[in-house]
Nanobody, 121 residues
Framework: QVQLVESGGGLVQAGGSLRLSCVAS????????MGWYRQAPGKQRELVAQ???????NYADSVKGRFTISRDNAANTVALQMNSLKTEDTAVYYC???????????????WGQGTQVTVSS
């Protein structure tokens, strides 16, 4: 019954900014990792950024210094602030939670449906 809903995708010019949000709903006790992945046509899906329950973050080298990930544990939300966007950032962005505990059988991973981000020149 876990569901991830993403929002904030759209069209933006190169050099602009965009903020993505993801809300996880359902009977979730804890979430270890929350993050964002992206996939461009003909390319592999790649990790963009993730944040753990203790606040530790990591980013893909291509977005370091431009993107910032944050989470609100009480609301089960994760956000990605994207600045100085480049055309190379164009992709479908997917929210993912990892190690989500919903019962007595350990943690599980869940994916959102994805949201399109298009950066124009």
């Amino acid at each position: 019954q876990v569901q991830l809903v993403e929002s904030g995708g759209g069209l933006v010019q190169a050099g602009g900014s965009l903020r993505l949000s993801c809300v996880a709903s359902g009977s979730i006790f804890t979430i270890n990792r929350m993050g964002w992945y992206r996939q461009a046509p003909g390319k592999q899906r790649e990790l963009v950024a993730q944040i753990t329950s203790d606040g530790s973050t990591n980013y893909a080298d291509s977005v370091k210094g431009r993107f910032t990930i944050s989470r609100d544990n009480a609301a089960n939300t994760v956000a990605l602030q994207m600045n100085s966007l480049k055309t190379e950032d164009t992709a479908v962005y997917y929210c993912k939670i990892g190690g989500a505990v919903t019962g007595p059988f350990g943690g599980s991973d869940y994916w959102g449906q994805g949201t399109q981000v298009t950066v124009s020149s």
